[in-house]
């Protein structure tokens, strides 16, 4: 296996904090070349110089798409945290529709990896709303930096591992069975979420604010500075009275934000 160079690890790990916020520190060396390995023996690479001036120097923007779905992290589930998903049903969700103008609720997945996070928002808002639900606006967006967790989630199978965290009405309600290891998400749930890959290091193009956004266990990767940047992003991005949702291992600075705490990892405007 190539090994990496201290001063081409500091340069890819450069590279990656400028456009994409995640910080690579010194203990991530060993992950890193072990993700990529297999990369730079496809290309028949001699050293990580070469597959660093290929990234960098490929207009198409397929190397720097690999270089950024081996790096990242896509852990998660069903009912994660399922705490906040009960906050977001009992509390969250009713405040929301009450503010919510014309009847236009507006929630955001931001690193939504393979989708269950959305696809989970959508069962509750669709069991909340029930019959009224077709006079709602209540379509989630849902976004991550790598496509090929994106295209995963817009597929929506999984496997009974990864579902049976659920209630069972929401399985019986909102998945169909495709053999008997595996399961799809109904074209009605699908059909309310859009995914869309989005870098949060970008400027934020939303013409209107949220009234919820969940951004969990990603500014884990990020360090301080950056995070408190985004972290004002989305606070400038939220409705007075909207929420954040973050993960519990995750916790903001009340002397850097706006954002008020309400519950463990979760935060309101106001």
């Given amino acids: 296996m190539l090994s990496i160079t201290d001063k081409e690890f500091r340069k890819l790990a450069g590279y990656i904090k400028k456009n994409y916020g995640i910080n690579l520190k010194e203990e991530k060396r060993a992950l890193v070349v072990g993700r990529l390995h297999n990369v730079l023996a496809e290309k028949n690479f001699k050293a990580f110089s070469e597959y660093f001036d290929y990234v960098i120097s490929d207009e198409t923007g397929e190397a720097v798409g690999t270089l950024v779905n081996k790096i990242t992290t896509n852990h998660t589930f069903f009912m994660r945290e399922p705490d906040h ?31 269950e996070e959305p696809y989970t928002l959508a069962m509750i808002i669709d069991e909340f709303f029930g019959r009224e639900k077709c006079l709602w606006d209540t379509k989630i967006l849902a976004t991550d930096i790598s ?22 009405t929401w399985i019986l309600n909102y998945m169909k069975k495709i053999d008997s290891k595996k399961s799809v998400i109904s074209e009605k749930i699908k059909n ?31 360090d301080a500075q950056t995070k408190k940047e985004l972290v004002q992003k989305f606070y400038d991005s939220t409705e007075h009275g909207g929420l954040l949702f973050i993960g519990h291992s995750e916790s903001l600075n009340k002397e850097e934000t706006k954002y ?11």
């Fill in 192 to 222: 309310e979420v859009i995914f869309r890959k989005f870098n949060l290091m970008e400027k934020f193009p939303f013409r209107r604010k949220f009234h919820v956004i969940f951004c969990r266990n990603v500014m884990i990767y990020f």
């Fill in 85 to 115: 998903f009960y906050y977001f049903r009992d509390k969250a969700l009713p405040a929301a529709a009450a503010m919510a103008k014309d009847k236009d609720l507006r929630i955001w997945s931001a690193g939504c990896s393979s989708g």
């Fill in 260 to 270: 008020k705490y309400v519950m463990p990892a979760v935060y309101r405007k106001e």
């Fill in 147 to 168: 496509e090929k967790v994106l295209e995963e989630a817009a597929r929506g199978i999984y496997s009974n591992e990864k579902t049976a965290a659920l209630p069972p």
